[in-house]
């Protein structure tokens, strides 16, 4: 079974601490791709990142990193010197299997960023 | 440009009534996506367009639900007989293509309470 789990409801940080976003994903696929969108509170879904699952190079893109151990099926997601903007909904995702992007994704983790 | 919208931003209905959502994907997108997103959920898949036919609709929850993209552009998500347990946000997304390493442009969404 394909599964996505995101164990952290809700995460609430003060301006400018690290954050760190769980995500545990299971798939049956030997290839896979894995993503990350934000949901801010306008509700429109915005693509963050896309992981292939033959590269385990961690990625950083200014202050958010993403750790992809494909050992622990995880796909973590770090946002460094968090800001207030980054206060959003954040969901990991995994395509079913089937060879095209039909996307399973986790419950989402609710971010608050605080002054 | 133009990226994916879908209309009506809200719509408010009785049991019991049809009601159609409309989505128009990116110019160029062949693939289009159809969520729902339940309230403090993850949206879940419903149906997947390739062109103009339906290449996989096993996420519709029953006959009541109902999709076309009849030119291969915009499409119409038609829901007979709604039912309260029909409330959530509909999502859209285009992508280019249908397949796994593509990201998926989502639209605002249509907010549906049926009372």
């Known amino acids: 079974a394909q599964k996505v789990t995101q164990a952290q409801t809700e995460i609430s940080v003060v301006e400018k601490e690290d954050v760190t976003l769980d995500c545990v994903y299971e798939?049956?696929?030997?290839?896979?791709?894995l993503f990350w969108y934000k949901q801010p509170p306008s509700g429109e879904l915005v693509f963050l990142i896309r992981?292939?699952?033959?590269?385990?190079q961690n990625e950083i893109s200014g202050r958010y990193s993403w750790n992809f151990q494909k050992s622990t099926s995880s796909f973590n997601f770090t946002i460094t010197a968090s800001q207030v903007v980054d206060s959003a909904v954040y969901f990991c995702?995994?395509?079913?299997?089937?060879?095209?992007?039909?996307?399973?994704f986790g419950a989402g983790t609710r971010l608050a960023v605080h002054p | 440009g133009a990226g994916v919208s879908q209309t009506p931003s809200n719509k408010v209905t009785e049991k019991g009534k049809y009601v159609e959502l409309r989505c128009d994907p990116i110019?160029?997108?062949?693939?289009l996506y159809w969520y729902r997103q339940s309230l403090g959920q993850g949206p879940e898949f419903l149906i997947y367009?390739?062109?103009?036919?339906?290449?996989?609709d096993s996420g519709l929850p029953n006959d009541r639900f109902f999709a076309v993209r009849p030119e291969g552009s915009v499409s119409t998500l038609k829901i007979q007989r709604t039912e309260r347990g029909d409330s959530a946000v509909y999502l859209c997304?285009?992508?280019?293509?249908?397949?796994?390493?593509?990201?998926?442009?989502f639209g605002p969404g249509t907010r549906l309470t049926v009372l």
């Open positions: 997304a285009s992508s280019p293509e249908g397949v796994p390493y593509n990201e998926q442009f």
């Open positions: 798939t049956r696929d030997t290839t896979y791709y």
């Open positions: 995702a995994l395509p079913f299997s089937g060879g095209y992007n039909k996307l399973i």
């Open positions: 110019s160029g997108h062949t693939a």
């Open positions: 367009f390739q062109g103009t036919g339906a290449a996989d």
């Open positions: 992981r292939n699952s033959f590269d385990e």
